[in-house]
């Protein structure tokens, strides 16, 4: 069957189409993605402005009428952060919907890291033991861990990279102390989120979802001397290229091994971001998954699917 998901993130509108079926993975038939830097709409009052609300129609129009003409047997259409947590969050999804016909069904932070979570386990299998994921979106960053198919623990936290690029990096580039105040914020929240792992004991494998986490391993993963294939990201060695990231103006980070103009402007908020993480959850370096959040949306859309027939 072909299936379509509509991902209403905090920088991209991003629709997925995939032909895919119980038991076996989804086949990418065509992928659309719109940027849109929605954090950058957001007003002193946490609303969406008129002018923001206007980019997510377009966006969501543009995506609706190519997933029309792909023929879906179902559409999976779904926000995130910047629209769940807007204060007229209820309201734009509203006009959406009037406008595009298209119902976003809004997902809660700790759905995000369950699903995020969800396609890891699938894509590593039962093998991979207990699984740490760390997954940097615009909005937020989403932590979970556990053995089995759902995640023991899964968290949300207000670290998205195009939010802290917003609320602390001011400047372009950023002045150090604007990236001390910010690797200073991410640790206390990140501190406050830590207890809840206590018992959760070593990961036998840790691994970084997201275009945020993908683009940084490019740039300083590594993955030649792996008879595995997966790319691999060492604290050390992104410890090493955050202060030069941050050095780099965002007009010119794009011309950065793995950076993409759609990222460059926030690339080293999410750096500092995935660094305090690691350091914090005790990470020394992760491997990169090639699934996450679009990907956990299919996988439970078919294990609904197979539940209902069965």
């Known amino acids: 069957m072909r299936l379509g998901v509509l991902d209403v993130g905090s920088n991209t509108v991003h629709l997925l189409v995939v032909d895919a079926h119980p038991g076996a993975g989804p086949i990418p038939m065509t992928d659309h993605k719109s940027v849109l830097r929605l954090m950058r709409y957001i007003d002193a009052e946490g609303r969406i402005s008129d002018e923001g609300v206007a980019a997510l129609i377009d966006a969501v129009s543009a995506a609706a009428r190519i997933a ?79 053995s089995d198919e759902m995640p023991d623990v899964a968290v949300s936290l207000p670290l998205g990279a195009g939010r802290t690029t917003v609320s602390h990096l001011h400047d372009d580039p950023p ?101 305090e993480a690691m350091g914090t959850m005790g990470a020394s370096a992760l491997e990169v998954s090639p699934w996450a959040l679009r990907e956990g949306v299919i996988m439970r859309y078919l294990d609904q699917l197979h539940g209902t027939s069965s």
Request: no cysteine; aromatic share 4%.
């Open 68 to 146: 029309d003409a792909a023929g879906l047997d179902a559409f999976l259409p779904m926000a995130t952060s910047a629209i769940r947590e807007a204060a007229n969050g209820p309201e734009t999804l509203e006009l959406i919907r009037a406008h595009t016909g298209v119902d976003l069904q809004v997902l809660s932070g700790e759905e995000e890291s369950r699903l995020t979570f969800l396609a890891i386990r699938r894509w590593y299998g039962w093998s991979a033991g207990n699984i740490l994921v760390f997954d940097i979106g615009g909005g937020s960053l989403e932590i979970s861990q556990g």
């Open 175 to 275: 002045t150090l102390e604007q990236t001390e105040e910010l690797a200073a914020h991410a640790r206390r929240i990140l501190g406050e989120a830590l207890p809840l792992f206590s018992e959760q004991g070593a990961p036998d494998h840790i691994v970084g979802s997201s275009k945020t986490i993908r683009s940084l391993a490019k740039l300083a993963g590594s993955s030649g001397d792996n008879t595995d294939g997966r790319t691999r990201l060492s604290l050390k060695r992104l410890t090493d290229w955050v202060p030069r990231l941050a050095m780099i103006p965002a007009s010119a980070r794009h011309a950065l091994p793995g950076i993409t103009e759609d990222r460059a402007f926030q690339i080293a908020a999410g750096g500092i971001v995935l660094r």
